[in-house]
């Protein structure tokens, strides 16, 4: 039987011993044909009208027919298709149909007071996508290698890495995530994207312009790789509804993320996500004023999730490491033309100079908002990541120790990235012994990327926010997605147990 309607109040059961009732609006929205996703771990009810789901289903069946004959296609054929799709970006007359679509994506997104740090399609973008795909091409194919033998009289047993299958993406508007994302295709598999509403124009001409005709030329199945064309977050959730995906990846925002998550898990379907960022620093008792100042204007060059979001500095140095923190924040700040925005445990204020309490000209993604310049938050707030435009904004904690910093982190942080700045040789082995964390360094922390730390094309970042990763680490690279099969050979077919 198939639902067809909703009623006003409706009870539905989650979760084993709770109830979600449905409102009005939902049962007004709701129609034959659409779908109903109850989200076991919180009773959120997600409506997929038809119009969404059908788009993304298209898509994945595309992504899965195209798997059932990746088998016959050659490493070759594959690099073929990633050199095919660097050069059409590289080439100006076909990338301008791709520029002057993210131009209009941009505009749109200025006219609703969308952020739009990550969705400008810049020269610098551009260049890393091309040399991004190059290096695919160049990247040793992993599939069919055999790993490990287990050699025994008369046969052996050989481990044998193999394609996953269609490895499903849901990503906020930042193209060259989208280029990116075809790393999967180097180890055999398939992909399928659906991309945020601000930045779908572009890539629907990334796909007509690029991606497909270089799919077409290398001789790839079609639906290698496949969009799906709705602007509907719905269709994200039909999408990581189907169980035909191997891998489901989400980026963006922490809720929405976590949310994806939850209902791609509900079908089976194993995740990697890539949700809320911000990375901590802390400062040891014997860091210096000038490596603070270093690192922290290294980490808040631009916004994105290893840019620094909270900073600690212990009590017993806060008389001469928070003015030089302050100073490298008004440095960050002006990097950009802008103001920096503070914020700070209330019961902690006092370790700010007043001067800073006052309003100011506060870059936004809607404008310039005239704002105080610090604001007090709670502790349960250390972890809150802040998005900015121009304006650094960070949060400020005085802490007893190291150990206290770590606590702090590991109570309150999405458990992404840490820094201990100072300290001795077994300060920092304490510290990377008890932080919870992929990604721990000494400096600065915008070295938390895979192409930037390990010359490798990175497709996501997973904090530990939803527990430590299986099998693998906090960078998810094309060359990370595989299955490994197990091959016997008999030299002597007279073999029995």
């Known amino acids: 039987m198939e639902l067809n309607s909703l009623q006003p109040g409706m009870a539905i059961p989650y979760g084993g011993n709770r109830v979600a009732h449905v409102p009005e609006s939902l049962a007004q929205a709701f ?18 009208r038809r119009s969404d789901w059908e788009p993304a289903q298209r898509a994945v069946t595309r992504a899965h027919e195209a798997f059932q004959r990746m088998g016959s296609v050659t490493d070759a054929q594959i690099t073929n298709f990633y050199l095919a799709f660097a050069d059409r970006l590289a080439d100006d007359k ?25 969705l400008v399609l810049s020269p610098t973008m551009r260049t890393d996508m091309i040399t991004g795909l190059r290096g695919w091409a160049e990247a040793e194919a ?39 994302a075809t790393g999967v295709i180097r180890s055999g598999n398939t992909v399928v994207f659906r991309i945020g509403s601000d930045a779908l ?5 990334i796909v007509a312009a690029a991606l497909d005709p270089a799919l077409e030329s290398a001789g ?8 799906v064309d709705s602007p509907e977050r719905a269709a994200g959730w039909a999408m990581f509804s189907d169980p035909r995906l191997a891998l489901a990846v989400a980026r963006g925002s922490g809720p929405a993320v976590a949310q994806l998550g939850a209902v791609a898990r509900q079908a089976g379907i ?33 916004k994105v999730c290893n840019t620094l979001n909270t900073m600690c500095i212990p009590a017993s140095r806060a008389d001469d490491l928070i003015p030089s923190f302050l100073s490298a ?17 209330a019961e902690q204020r006092d370790h700010i100079p007043a001067s800073w309490f006052e309003p100011s000209a506060i870059s936004r993604a809607e404008g310039i908002v005239i704002e105080p310049r610090t604001e007090e938050i709670g502790w ?44 001795s040789a077994g300060d920092h082995t304490h510290f990377f012994d008890t932080i919870d964390a992929p990604f721990v360094g000494n400096g600065f922390t915008r070295w938390v990327d895979g192409q930037y730390a390990l010359n490798t094309p990175e497709l996501g970042l997973s904090n530990w926010q939803f527990g430590r990763l299986f099998g693998r680490g906090g960078v998810l690279s094309g060359d990370s997605v595989f299955t490994i099969r197990t091959r016997a050979v008999q030299d002597v077919l007279d073999i029995g147990r």
């Open 94 to 118: 076909t990338f301008k149909s791709i520029a002057d679509a993210n131009e209009s994506d941009v505009r749109r997104a200025k006219g609703r007071g969308r952020s739009t740090t990550r």
């Open 142 to 180: 992993g599939r069919g290698s055999v790993v490990d033998t287990v050699t025994h009289t008369g046969w052996r047993v050989e481990l044998v890495k193999s394609g996953l299958g269609v490895v499903g993406f849901v990503f906020e508007g930042r193209p060259n995530v989208f280029a990116d």
């Open 380 to 423: 349960d707030e250390l972890g809150r990541e802040w998005e900015w435009e121009d304006s650094p904004e960070v949060t400020l904690v005085v802490v007893d120790s190291i150990d206290h910093a770590v606590t702090l982190f590991n109570e309150h942080s999405p458990r992404f990235a840490a820094s201990l700045v100072g300290g």
């Open 329 to 345: 924040l008004d440095a960050a700040g002006r990097q950009r033309s802008a103001v920096s925005k503070l914020h700070v445990v």
């Open 270 to 302: 194993p995740v990697s996500l890539h949700g809320t960022g911000g990375a901590w620093i802390i400062a040891a008792p014997d860091a210096t004023p000038d490596d603070v100042q270093k690192v922290v204007v290294r980490s808040l060059d631009r």
């Open 201 to 205: 124009e572009t890539a629907q001409a």
């Open 220 to 227: 790839l199945p079609p639906g290698t790789a496949a969009l």
């Open 31 to 48: 129609s034959a044909g659409d779908r109903l996703v109850v989200v076991q771990d919180t009773g959120d009810l997600l409506h997929i």
